[in-house]
T-cell receptor, first 114, second 112 residues
Framework: KAGVTQTPRYLIKTRGQQVTLSCSPI?????VSWYQQTPGQGLQFLFE???????NKGNFPGRFSGRQFSNSRSEMNVSTLELGDSALYLC?????????????FGPGTRLLVL | DQQVKQNSPSLSVQEGRISILNCDYT??????FLWYKKYPAEGPTFLIS?????DKNEDGRFTVFLNKSAKHLSLHIVPSQPGDSAVYFC???????????FGKGTKLSVKP
C-alpha cells in the first residue's frame, strides 16, 4: 500500500507570496492532519480535516488555511508569506479522526521563504 | 506550556547496549501515546504506540513503558544498532486533543 505523498518536496518563495502544498493520504484514510516543523518549535499542529470538514485547528494565524477534497486529498495554503514561515510542512493521515488512531506521515515539503 | 516534554535533547549509546528515551506529559486526559523516529529532511516514521489501558507494549527490539501515575513513558531499544541513530519524538493524544502533541525530540546516536 502506498504511503502518504506530498508535493512539492521543496519550494522557494519570497515574502508576500502565497503557496499551496498538496497531500495524498494512504488509500482508505479519511483524516488528514498538517504539522509545521521548525528547529525552535518542534512539530506543531496546524489543522485536521475529516470528510472534507475541518475538525480541529491549532494556534496559527488565518494566513494558514486548508481544504480536503472528496477523495481525501488535502491542500494547505499559506498567504502573504513571512520569513518565519520557512519550515518543513508535514502531512499525516489516519483512518478516522477520533480515538486512538496512529497517524502516518509523508516525507514533508521543505519551504524556504526569502 | 509544553504538555509533552522530552528533557534530554541528546543521548549517546554504544552498539549492542540498551537505549532508553524518556518522555513526560502533563495532561491527564491523554490516553494514547506514540513514538516516532525521524531522519533529517524526512517525515516521522511510526515506531510503536501504547494505550493508557496498558503499561507495556513490545514490538521486536522496541518496548514502550507507560507509568500513568507519574505521567511518564519511556522507549527501550534493545539491542541498539547504528541504524537506530535518529531523532525520536514522543507524541500524545486524547481528551479534547484530537491531534498529536509532540515533544521536542531526543537525538539518539548509537556508536559502533
Amino acid at each position: 500500500k502506498a504511503g502518504v505523498t506530498q508535493t512539492p518536496r521543496y519550494l522557494i518563495k519570497t515574502r508576500g507570496q502565497q503557496v499551496t502544498l498538496s497531500c495524498s493520504p494512504i488509500s482508505g484514510h479519511r483524516s488528514v492532519s498538517w504539522y509545521q516543523q521548525t528547529p525552535g518549535q518542534g512539530l506543531q499542529f496546524l489543522f485536521e480535516y475529516f470528510s472534507e470538514t475541518q475538525r480541529n485547528k491549532g494556534n496559527f494565524p488565518g494566513r494558514f488555511s486548508g481544504r480536503q477534497f472528496s477523495n481525501s486529498r488535502s491542500e494547505m495554503n499559506v498567504s502573504t508569506l513571512e520569513l518565519g514561515d520557512s519550515a518543513l510542512y508535514l502531512c499525516a493521515s489516519s483512518l478516522a479522526s477520533i480515538g486512538q488512531e496512529t497517524q502516518y506521515f509523508g516525507p514533508g515539503t521543505r519551504l524556504l521563504v526569502l | 506550556d509544553q504538555q509533552v516534554k522530552q528533557n534530554s535533547p541528546s543521548l549517546s549509546v554504544q552498539e549492542g547496549r540498551i537505549s532508553i528515551l524518556n518522555c513526560d506529559y502533563t495532561n491527564s486526559m491523554f490516553d494514547y501515546f506514540l513514538w516516532y523516529k525521524k531522519y533529517p529532511a524526512e517525515g516521522p516514521t511510526f515506531l510503536i504506540s501504547i494505550s493508557s489501558i496498558k503499561d507495556k507494549n513490545e514490538d521486536g527490539r522496541f518496548t514502550v513503558f507507560l507509568n500513568k501515575s507519574a505521567k511518564h513513558l519511556s522507549l527501550h531499544i534493545v539491542p541498539s544498532q547504528p541504524g537506530d541513530s535518529a531523532v525520536y519524538f514522543c507524541a500524545a493524544s486524547g481528551g479534547s486533543q484530537g491531534n498529536l502533541i509532540f515533544g521536542k525530540g531526543t537525538k539518539l546516536s548509537v556508536k559502533p
